[in-house]
């Protein structure tokens, strides 16, 4: 399936959810990606995993998340995200916290997001500002809950810090935001193409010093 997604389809997946949780509130379509397509309600926010029903891995997925959520156990963290899977049709769902999409934020918040998945014992592969939300408090998180989240790996976690401080160094630069994936690849993803970039020597002294604050 591409991504554009007719109304038809928009529609079942709305009444796949309505009929797992017996929702009888109104959903509101948030939008959809490779994995799945995502509604809300006061509430909750919504994911049915729709490709891996079509292509017959929802177990497998369910799996893969049920031990995230093990792991963040184990650490004694809050679970980010609870899962019903419901006649092989999987969900993901957590409270709305009635955020907006991505924005430019201060360093801070990018920090708070790194110490958080560090202290759940999980990492995140696809950092990009379309799988990032914005609290009105100006909480960052990922929004994009799947196969994404991984298990620790100190590899992972310095690419996962690695993008986020590219997008905080770039968040305001409308030549990155246009092309996002090109800077964010595993194979452009690097401090030496972010200095060269910018032209400025100093943002090696300025990913040095987002480590140490991690």
Known sequence: MDNTLDNAFITE???????????????????????????????YVYKYFYRA???????????????????????????????????GNLFVYYPNKNS?????????????????YRSRGIVYSNVRTKNLCVTKSDELFFCDIGKAILPWNHDEFLVMV????????LQKNNSFLDNENTFLTRKNLCIDNLIDFLGDLTVKTEYENFLAAI
Do not use: W
């Open 13 to 43: 997946a709305k009444e796949k959810i309505c009929s797992a949780f017996n929702l009888k509130d109104k959903l509101k379509y948030l939008g959809h990606g490779q994995e799945g397509i995502v509604f809300c309600n006061s509430f």
């Open 53 to 87: 029903n079509l292509e017959g891995v929802s177990e497998d997925l369910f799996k893969h998340l049920t031990g995230i959520l093990q792991i963040m156990e184990r650490k004694a963290c809050s679970e980010m995200f609870k899962i019903l899977f419901d006649g």
């Open 100 to 116: 907006s999409m991505f924005r430019p934020l201060p360093r801070q918040a990018y920090i708070s997001l790194i110490r958080d």
């Open 162 to 169: 690695l993008a986020l401080f590219t997008i905080y160094m």
